[in-house]
C-alpha cells in the first residue's frame, strides 16, 4: 500500500455565505507530482492555503507526514515548502545573500553555491535580485523555498508569464524535485503542463473535487464516454518550431 505524505479528509472552508471548500477528501502519495487544477474560484488556493497553514481550517482535518495541521503548525512549517506565484526578494540583495538568509531562518546551513547551482543560477552568485528576469526569479524561488529539505513542496502556477525556454527548463526543475524524493504540489492553468508533469490530478469546482485520477486515466474515461473531437494529427506544434528555432538555451 503506497504511504500517504499528506491526508486530507472532509476539509472545509467558509466565508459568510459561500462555502470555498466543501468538504473535500484526498491524499498525496510520498514522491509524486500531483495538480490540484480548477477555474478561478473553484476553491483551489483555499485549499493550499489551510495545507500550508496559512488560513484557519473550518471543518475536516489535515496532516502532512502524520504532523496535523491545526494542532502542530510550526511543526507543518518545517516539513513544506512553499515557492508563491510572484517572488519578492529586496532588489539590492546578492543572490547568495538571499539564500544565506533563507536558511538562517530555518537554523541551516547550507552550501549556498550548490544550491543556486541546482538551479542555474551558479554563474550568479554574487548579482543582485533586481538584475534577474522572471524566469531567473522562479528558480531562486524555488531554491531559497527547499534550503531546509522539506519533504512537501508546493508550486502556485510556477511558469506563469514565462517564455518556452524559461518554462521548459521548469518543468526539468520540477521533476528533478521530485527525482530527490521531494513530494510536489502545484497548481497550473496550462493543461498541457499538469498532463506532462502530473503523476496524478485533483480536478476542482464550486468548492468541491469532481474528479481525482492520473491524467491519463482522466482522458480515458471521458473517451469512453463517447466524446469525441475532430483530429489532426501533427508531429509538431508552434512551440516545437519556436525552440527549435531559437535553441533550449535559457535567454537571460
Request: aromatic share 6%; net charge negative.
Amino acid at each position: 500500500m503506497a504511504e500517504f505524505i499528506l491526508k486530507v479528509n472532509k476539509l472545509t472552508k467558509k466565508y459568510a455565505d459561500n462555502l470555498a471548500v466543501d468538504s473535500i477528501s484526498f491524499n498525496v502519495k510520498k514522491g509524486e507530482i500531483f495538480g490540484i487544477l480548477g477555474p478561478n474560484g473553484a476553491g483551489k488556493t483555499t485549499t493550499l492555503e489551510m495545507i500550508e497553514t496559512l488560513r484557519e481550517i473550518d471543518g475536516g482535518s489535515i496532516t502532512v507526514d502524520g504532523i496535523d495541521v491545526a494542532t502542530k503548525p510550526n511543526a507543518v512549517k518545517q516539513a513544506i515548502g512553499v515557492q508563491p506565484q510572484t517572488a519578492a526578494f529586496q532588489d539590492k540583495q546578492k543572490l547568495s545573500e538571499i539564500i544565506e538568509m533563507f536558511a538562517a531562518a530555518y537554523g541551516e546551513k547550507v552550501n549556498i553555491q550548490e544550491f543556486l547551482d541546482d538551479v542555474e543560477l551558479g554563474d550568479k552568485a554574487n548579482d543582485y535580485a533586481e538584475s534577474l528576469s522572471g524566469g531567473q526569479r522562479q528558480r531562486l524561488s524555488i531554491a531559497a523555498a527547499l534550503v531546509h529539505s522539506p519533504r512537501l513542496f508546493f508550486l502556485d502556477e510556477p511558469t506563469t508569464g514565462l517564455d518556452p525556454q524559461a518554462r521548459r527548463n521548469l518543468w526539468d526543475l520540477i521533476q528533478s524535485i521530485r527525482d530527490k524524493g521531494v513530494t510536489v504540489i502545484l497548481t497550473t492553468h496550462y493543461l498541457e503542463e499538469a498532463e506532462l508533469l502530473c503523476d496524478r490530478v485533483a480536478i476542482m469546482d464550486n468548492g468541491k473535487i469532481i474528479a481525482l485520477d492520473s491524467p491519463r486515466n482522466l482522458i480515458q474515461q471521458l473517451l469512453k464516454r463517447g466524446f469525441k473531437k475532430e483530429q489532426h494529427v501533427e508531429q509538431a506544434n508552434l512551440e516545437d518550431v519556436f525552440i527549435d528555432l531559437t535553441g533550449k538555451g535559457l535567454r537571460e
